[in-house]
């Protein structure tokens, strides 16, 4: 039998349904929390819980009879013309390349013409603590632009650009070149970098992400996979919270 014991939550997070508290505890994603309710293997205070039940500050909750599952964790070098999820007609996406056979799926996405790191997992409970913004987690990229940079470059992508009306979150930036630069951000907008580099008034030619939080692209070649594991993994997880 594993038990959960409550844990320290945010402010104001009580009373918190049964799946999410399961979540936020690292046992499952909310989905898979409702499963393991509807399979009578949660005990709410003693009973057994059901859907929708809520739990507060001070409550026990157990999983009772489950074998824990075997999680895996990979770093992917996202090739050029590979897409992210859900390929169309006439594409390939990460599934057909690597992701059936190793039993995982990319968690983020990278556009159809941009490469570099994608983490790969069967993990779900690190999808939102991964991807919210508002965790805050680095992703870094380099990028190559059509036309020179400009002398205020640096400074105004740093303070935040405005993309259809949104102003971006600091960032860093090292400028590496007259038409390259990298950039480390904490959020993920749709097309963020490419959107920013159009917003001064320039375009992107190239876009690899080479690092997310402690994991790095490294030498890593196109279309190849590898384990993260040992120090690294225990890095990342912890830094996700789990």
Known sequence: ??????QPKPK????????????????????GGDELVEKKKVY??????VLGDKVNEGDVVEVRNVTPKSYAYYAYHKPRGVVTHS??????DIADRVGRELGVFPVGRLDKDSYGLIILTNDGRITDRLLNPDRDHDKEYVVR????????FKKHMEAGVDIDGYITKPAKVKILGDTSFAITLTE??????????????NETKELRRTRVMNIELGKLKANETRPIEGKELATFLKNLGL
């Open 188 to 201: 993920g907008k749709k097309h963020q970098v490419r959107r920013m580099v159009v917003a001064m008034h």
């Open 12 to 31: 104001g997070t009580y009373p918190m349904r049964i799946n999410q508290y399961l979540a936020f505890t690292g046992h499952s994603t909310r989905r």
């Open 44 to 49: 709410l205070n003693g009973r057994l819980a």
């Open 145 to 152: 632009t059509r036309e020179n940079l400009r002398d205020s």
């Open 87 to 92: 390929a169309g007609e006439d594409e390939e």
């Open 1 to 6: 039998m594993k038990r959960f014991a409550p």
